[in-house]
């Protein structure tokens, strides 16, 4: 019963995985490092399910065939492990390290253990060190058994520390999302570990790579890449949900523009400019509640939709705002201020032409006030030159 019950688990990620890689294969006509990366590793994956499909399948029954498959099949299972584990990494590292200098430190380290476990898979096949095939094709694990797990956990915990690293720039979802991706497959490897006979490890990993499937897939289309925050996409289906809303709310819209970016691209470079956009996605983020709705609408522009009370309450999240690029420009050192102009209302739903007709009418209250601002610094660089 036992057997059945692991064949059907293994089974179900096999299908699982095997889905994954058909779409991601197809994804949307992209194809990149990213995708790539994704892909190869499911493929792995997908052959590791196979073999361990196998191994349990024979794992017991007699004859020389049996002892031949149960060796190499195992044996294939103990090289894949860090292979897989080292493209996992990989696929990380893509998404958020860009210091060339610590990517090769990094990869150079991991490719190490990568080797280190490699030699004892071949040493394996002379001294039984990881493992033995016993009398009556059993499988039995050797005295180095858990050296390796080691050695694998070090390699997947470069992952986890990228994702620490990077913590702070992730929406919440897509930062649980990762920080499963290294956890879980060491757990199956601690519980595999602990409860000899079990093979929780593919499955946990197959479980891992589904969540970041998932959330990968959706920040493709709704994510923006700079920022974190939802792109302009995603506004179609807010007013989806509004529509979808049964019960009578008001809502605020807050519409803003960063000023004066061409003057810090101009004068510091577009990578400061960048770091300008960053910086106010953060601070926005920092300022709302997590329930609220926050969009880079277009290039320097934010859009940020709430559920309110009233519209105090929309008052008191805008000087949240205010408090919290004042506090930031005495504070972060940088050699520009990050100010923005802002347009607001509330409004409800009734239609969904009506709540782009409110967008629009936030927007241009915004650039209202983008002038007022630009023609009041006019206004007092005359001032000071008279």
Not at 56 to 69: E, H, L, T
Not at 163 to 178: E, F, H, Q
Not at 291 to 296: G, K, L, S
Not at 351 to 370: F, G, H, N, S, W
Request: overall charge neutral; some cysteine; aromatic content about 10%.
């Amino acid at each position: 019963m036992d057997l059945f019950i692991q064949l059907d688990v293994d089974l179900l990620a096999f299908v699982i995985l095997l889905a994954m890689f058909i779409n991601t294969r197809k994804s949307l006509g992209i194809r990149n490092k990213s995708t790539d990366l994704f892909s190869r590793l499911t493929f792995l994956m997908l052959i590791s399910t196979f073999v361990e499909i196998v191994t349990f399948a024979i794992d017991g029954r007699p004859g020389s065939w049996m002892y031949a498959a149960g060796f190499i099949s195992n044996s294939l299972l103990f090289a894949l492990a860090p292979v897989t584990l080292y493209l996992w990494v990989d696929y990380i590292e893509h998404l958020f390290v860009k210091d060339l200098e610590v990517c090769r430190f990094r990869v150079a380290l991991r490719g190490a253990l990568v080797a280190v476990i490699m030699l004892m898979v071949l040493a394996n096949f002379y001294t039984g060190i990881l493992f033995q095939i016993e009398e009556g094709n059993v499988y039995v694990r050797g005295p180095w058994f858990v050296t390796q797990v080691m050695l694998n956990i070090l390699i997947a915990g470069q992952a986890y520390l990228t994702i620490l690293l990077k913590r702070r720039s992730l929406n919440p979802v897509m930062l649980w999302s990762l920080v499963l991706f290294p956890l879980l497959p060491v757990a199956g490897v601690v519980i595999q570990t602990l409860f000899y006979g079990t093979t929780a490890t593919l499955s946990f990993k197959t479980v891992a790579l589904l969540l970041i499937y998932i959330n990968v897939q959706r920040a493709m289309i709704f994510i923006d890449p700079l920022t974190g925050l939802e792109n302009r996409r995603s506004i179609d289906l807010l007013v989806k949900a509004m529509g979808e809303c049964r019960r009578e709310v008001i809502y605020a819209g807050v519409m803003l523009d960063i000023d004066n970016l061409k003057g810090i691209n101009d004068l510091y470079g577009h990578s400061a400019g960048d770091l300008a956009i960053k910086r106010t996605a953060e601070l926005l983020r920092g300022s709302l509640r997590k329930t609220d709705f926050v969009a880079r609408y277009a290039g320097d522009e934010f859009l940020v939709v709430m559920e309110v009370e009233d519209r105090m309450a929309l008052l008191k999240a805008v000087e949240r705002i205010q408090g919290s690029f004042a506090v930031y420009n005495e504070t972060s050192g940088d050699p520009w201020k990050s100010e923005v102009s802002m347009g607001y209302d509330t409004f409800v739903y009734k239609t969904p032409e009506e709540v782009e007709q409110a967008l629009r009418e936030i927007d241009l209250k915004m650039y209202e006030e983008k002038n007022r601002r630009k023609i009041e610094k006019k206004s007092n660089l005359n001032v000071v030159s008279v």
